[in-house]
């Protein structure tokens, strides 16, 4: 079955402990990009990549890093996760930015 | 990066009437124009989405429409069931211009009394 499978569905941390959310997909996609979605602000992206070893910032970049060392996978790292990083994260890919197709979302809270 | 504005932010129509969100978008080399749906507690999924060369693209109850020289386009729903409850985001992208930069309108919550 064609999916993203993103993990864990649910993260409590506290300030400072690093965390990593994983976000995999077996579609081929080379597009892959991480959201944020936070009441009454949509769903803005952090970072996206178009390739293996290529990726780009936007629109929140700050305070979280990504790798993409293979292209099924797109990790989402908080180096030390500040509690204004608590919110619904989504990972998604697609064809060369055509229809994406989102993981089931990981909701943190950083205490 | 792209300025997204999407109209209104909340919608209540009664069972059966329609409902129409619009999206205005500011990159003239926008070429992909989609709407997603998301239910509560789930994912946002593809409901529909046009490109460039089409001014509208309809399946079943829904629609959309493009206005390229307005720089706008509009998901239209017709004969609303409670099952359309769900917030509707636009993300109009320019695909194949080398940036996947995306950014989503804030989102439309449409609420169908029955």
């Known amino acids: 079955e064609a999916q993203v499978t993103q993990n864990p569905r649910y993260l409590i941390t506290v300030t400072g402990k690093k965390l990593t959310v994983t976000c995999s997909q077996n579609?081929?996609?080379?597009?892959m990009s991480w959201y944020r979605q936070d009441p009454g602000l949509g769903l803005r992206q952090i970072y996206y990549?178009?390739?293996?070893?290529?990726?780009d910032k936007g629109d929140v970049p700050e305070g979280y890093k990504v790798s993409r060392k293979e292209k099924r996978n797109f990790p989402l790292i908080l180096e030390s996760p500040s509690p204004n990083q608590t919110s619904l994260y989504f990972c998604?890919?697609?064809?060369?930015?055509?229809?994406?197709?989102f993981g089931s979302g990981t909701q943190l809270s950083v205490l | 990066g792209e300025n997204v504005e999407q109209h209104p932010s909340t919608l209540s129509v009664q069972e059966g009437d329609s409902a129409v969100i619009k999206c205005t978008y500011s990159d003239s080399a926008s070429n992909y124009f989609p709407w997603y749906k998301q239910e509560l507690g789930k994912r946002p999924q593809l409901i529909i989405d046009?490109?460039?060369?089409?001014g509208e693209k309809k399946d079943q109850r829904i629609a959309v429409t493009l206005n390229k020289t307005a720089k706008h386009f509009s998901l239209h729903i017709t004969e609303t069931q409670p099952e359309d409850s769900a917030v509707y985001f636009c993300?109009?992208?320019?695909?194949?211009?080398?940036?996947?930069?995306?950014?989503f309108g804030k989102g439309t919550k449409l609420s169908v009394i029955p």
């Open positions: 998604a890919s697609s064809l060369r930015g055509g229809k994406l197709f």
């Open positions: 993300a109009p992208i320019a695909s194949g211009a080398g940036s996947y930069q995306l950014t």
């Open positions: 046009i490109r460039s060369n089409v």
């Open positions: 990549s178009m390739n293996v070893e290529v990726t």
């Open positions: 579609m081929n996609h080379e597009y």
